[in-house]
């Protein structure tokens, strides 16, 4: 109840932006007075986060919100929101409030998102005036850090590395949640009020787990070369690329029982290289590829081994986008079996499947997933500003665009709303979809 309370109260208030450029501006060799001014920003910003979800979540329509799975999920948020809160932050003298707030010389100064400007935080840790984002990402050379501090700032590295933990089974279980309810509406419907909801609540929490690793990663100190806490300045793409294919590869031949899984032919011009998250490229071409891979081995079937047609990823390089296309020559889909690709509420896997020993018992990594696989991908396209595009020709193959965005200063999505998404499916498809979606999803 008085949980509750603080929740909707820290609901009210807008949800900060952090854009990649910013993320990198601000993690180049943090100072411990850095780190700190950081913490400070998240212990204000993931309460707030935390706490949209948790509305969110309260608000579904009645018999979703009270699925045992969703309630699970929506404990999970309201348990973190809690900790957060309840963790106390130092007491800070007035010169070390001048030191955090002064600005640094080197560094270009971070334009703050406008619409910041002009909201009122609920916990005012620093000046109410200034902005959180722009004092955020203001490094700061030398504060002196009692020990009071750097206590308190390890304290909440672990913090949220519990959290980031904690929620680690969320895609998972809200899935069983969406089976619940199929379950309990007896019908396969496709409802866009969830399509939309889950593209939101899947995107805040890339977001949120976004922010926690940088920050744990920073904090953890120096990490690989051309890495700025989880993101690489350096990016190549070829590797990622080709560690991709190798695990799709392997993948399919296990799940299959082949001795060769269809090959891959890249096309690769020049060695790209480009600032990104790396983990979320692999996750992205690793799902194309299995896609991909699994269409053409079905059409074929296992014993054309040597003459699968070989799955195409090109690779072009322009001023504002790099662009990896994957083409497969797997018989496609019909046109109108494309949004249904989006939908998370068409999924076809069963409840047991979704139990974490079934996957966790069963050491072969999902060739198929639960279908959630293309959604989520798309989503971590558009995160950083890019996006992702299926165009079949049904009866020969399929063309996946994966375009990225090389400018990398598009705003962090947190009012996520893609219109275009929804136009088509406004009627409910027929159940004759089911062995399409089967065919597209496993
Ligand atoms: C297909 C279906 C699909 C989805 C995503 C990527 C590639 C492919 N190929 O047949």
Known sequence: PQLYDKIKYFARFPQTGVSLRQMVLFGQKPSQGTLFKASQFLHEELPIRLAHRVK???????????????????????QSFQELID?????????????????????????????????????????????????????????DCSPEIIDYTSTFVKTIEKVKRRHDPVVTTIAQGILEYKEHLNS????????????????????????????????????????????????????VAMDAVANAKFICEEHYGLFKAPEVHMFCPGDIEFMY???????????????????????????????YPPIKLIIAHGKEDITIKVSDEGGGIPRSGIPLVWTYMYTTATAQELEPE???SDFKAPMAGFGYGLPISRLYARYFGGDLKLISM?????????HLNRLSNSDEPLIYTHEEDFIQYKEQPSIQYDEQIEAVSG
């Open 277 to 307: 998250v790396p983990s979320h490229l692999n996750h992205m071409l690793f799902e194309l590829l299995k896609n991909s891979l699994r269409a053409v081995v079905e059409r074929y079937g296992s014993d054309y081994e040597d003459e």
């Open 394 to 402: 049904e009866g020969y193959g399929t063309d996946a665009y994966l």
């Open 188 to 239: 396969p419907v496709i409802d866009t009020e969830i399509q939309r909801f889950l593209d939101r609540f899947y995107m805040s929490r890339i977001g949120i787990r976004m922010l926690i690793g940088q920050h744990v990663e920073l904090y953890r100190g120096p990490g690989r070369k051309n890495y700025v806490g989880v993101i690489c300045t350096k990016t190549k793409l070829r590797e």
């Open 87 to 143: 963790l106390k932050a130092p007491q800070i003298s007035n010169t070390m409030r001048e030191q955090l707030m002064s600005r640094s010389e080197h560094l270009p100064h971070s334009v703050p998102n406008p619409s910041i400007a002009k909201m009122i935080k609920p916990q005012n840790a620093l000046q109410a005036s200034v902005p959180i984002a722009h004092r955020y990402y203001n490094n700061i050379e030398q504060v």
């Open 358 to 360: 079934f996957s966790q």
């Open 56 to 78: 969110e979540l309260d608000e579904l329509p009645q018999n979703l919100s009270h699925m045992p799975s969703i309630v699970k999920v929506k404990n999970w948020y309201a």
